[in-house]
């Protein structure tokens, strides 16, 4: 047997797995270390289709620093220390400098994260600015892009001489990439604004997506195209793309022109964290990485459509994501609770009714985090304490009594005898439709609730 740590939250999970059934799926990204300060420093001086920063910038001018929230990880806080002192070397005043956080549609930053992704240094001695997308009064139209699309930003982009841009490249499931132009819109964006870019994702006619949108693509994705059209307007002076290794440590720099280093970056990005797959799986088993990839659902989720890829039709994807801040925006829980959740419960019991063999596994393990619309419809274990891996042992088809009995006495947490337990798992089974999965699980879960509110496991 083989062990894995799978990120979770800011610890991990153990894996165990036969390498001889599962294959695992891991970039061609070459051992980097972290920079340096000085190394970060050198790939400043050497911009990507940029005069360097002494002739971008002179006293007198008043620079904003467009940061991301804390879903990203960018290095943000060894980058900034560098940057903010080179500002001052140049001759800009730490009264003309503020940062302002790219939160687009999430919630606010908190202290706590103002703190780790500035440094204590920087997040004490520069002003911040917080975006709301929904504060009319803190927005500025810029008027409409070629292609219709009205334009509200942060007014503060319009208040500075410059904007700089400090961001990070990683894959987007629509967008191609995140960094770079994304700071700006979605990032600095009002709610109309960003919605009418994300819409552009879908093809109203078709169903799903609209063609070239796509992780990892850039050329004809019209999301992407729109963004950059919206930023732009803005024209930052300077842009800063890094990408980080599993602990969020620096270990690329991409800086110069805005267009230019956010593509030179994606495009590195790409050769080294993407393969090729043989053939699709049967069961994928993806973790987003931990934090802060799995700070909330609307994060999360990105990583289950990856895994989406590498996982065959009908097959099984079990998704490790701690969502300590639930799921990360209104809009998108409403969506996934009444858009997904909803109608995959009600297809599922509809297709079971239909076919003589059908197979569902679903799991969702839920905290108390989670607010109360997540738990209202559900298929599962509300057991805090689930044990991801169970899924995995679960029968593919019908369940057979010995099936079930296996399954009781491993994780059902009675204490039974032998013929209790076989007695048990012949009365599942007969109340089941000769073990359909569905109806299985459901007469199990009843009967496991009964047995353990009559104290049987005492």
């Not at 991990?12 to 059934?21: G, Q």
Request: charged share 20%.
């Amino acid at each position: 047997m083989s062990e894995l740590e799978l990120g979770y939250g800011r610890s991990s999970v153990s894996f165990a797995f036969d390498p001889n059934r599962y294959r695992v799926l891991a970039g061609n990204s070459p051992e980097n270390k972290p920079l340096t300060d000085v190394e970060i420093g050198e790939a400043l001086s050497v911009p990507i289709q940029s005069p360097p920063l002494e002739d971008l910038f002179s006293p007198g001018d008043s620079v904003l620093l467009v940061v991301s929230d804390a879903t990203r990880a960018t290095g943000s806080a060894q980058i900034l220390n560098l940057i903010v002192r080179r500002l001052i070397q140049i001759g800009i005043s730490p009264a003309d400098l503020a940062i302002i956080f790219a939160t687009g549609i999430h919630r606010a930053v908190t202290p706590e994260e103002k703190i780790e992704l500035l440094s204590p240094f920087i997040a004490q001695r520069v002003r911040t600015i917080d975006h709301d997308a929904h504060d009319s009064s803190k927005m500025v139209s810029l008027g409409t892009t070629d292609r219709g699309t009205i334009v509200e930003v942060n007014r503060s982009l319009l208040d500075f001489s410059h904007v700089v841009i400090v961001s990070g490249i990683g894959f987007h499931y629509f967008a191609g990439f995140s960094g770079g132009r994304k700071s700006i819109c979605p990032g600095l964006a009002s709610a109309r604004t960003i919605e009418a870019t994300h819409m552009l994702a879908l093809d109203f006619q078709k169903g799903g997506r609209r063609a070239g949108v796509g992780t990892g693509r850039l050329d004809g994705n019209p999301v992407h195209e729109e963004c950059e059209r919206v930023t732009a307007m803005i024209g930052p002076r300077f842009s800063i793309n890094s990408v980080v290794d599993e602990r969020g440590r620096t270990v690329r720099i991409h800086a110069g022109q805005w267009r230019a280093a956010h593509r030179a970056g994606c495009a590195e990005y790409l050769s080294n964290h993407s393969m090729k797959i043989g053939q699709k799986r049967e069961i994928v088993i993806v973790s987003c990485g931990g934090y802060p990839y799995d700070i909330n659902l609307l994060q999360a989720h990105k990583s289950l459509d990856m895994a989406a890829h590498a996982c065959k039709d009908g097959g099984t994807i079990v998704l490790l994501a701690e969502c300590p801040d639930g799921p990360g925006n209104p809009t998108f829980l409403k969506w996934f609770v009444e858009e997904f959740w909803c109608a995959l419960m009600q297809s599922s019991i509809n297709a079971a009714n239909e076919c003589e063999l059908f197979k569902v596994i679903i799991a969702i393990v839920f905290s108390s985090n989670l607010p109360e619309e997540c738990v209202q419809h559900y298929l599962g274990s509300l057991d805090p304490a689930f044990d991801f891996r169970k899924i995995l042992e679960l029968p593919l088809e019908n369940w057979t009594s010995e099936d079930i009995r296996k399954w009781l006495v491993v994780h059902s947490g009675l204490r039974l005898t032998k013929d209790q337990y076989r007695q048990l798992a012949l009365t599942i089974y007969d109340n089941s439709n000769a073990g359909l999965p569905v109806s299985a699980s459901t007469y199990l879960l009843s009967q496991l609730s009964s047995l353990h509110s009559s104290g049987v496991n005492q």
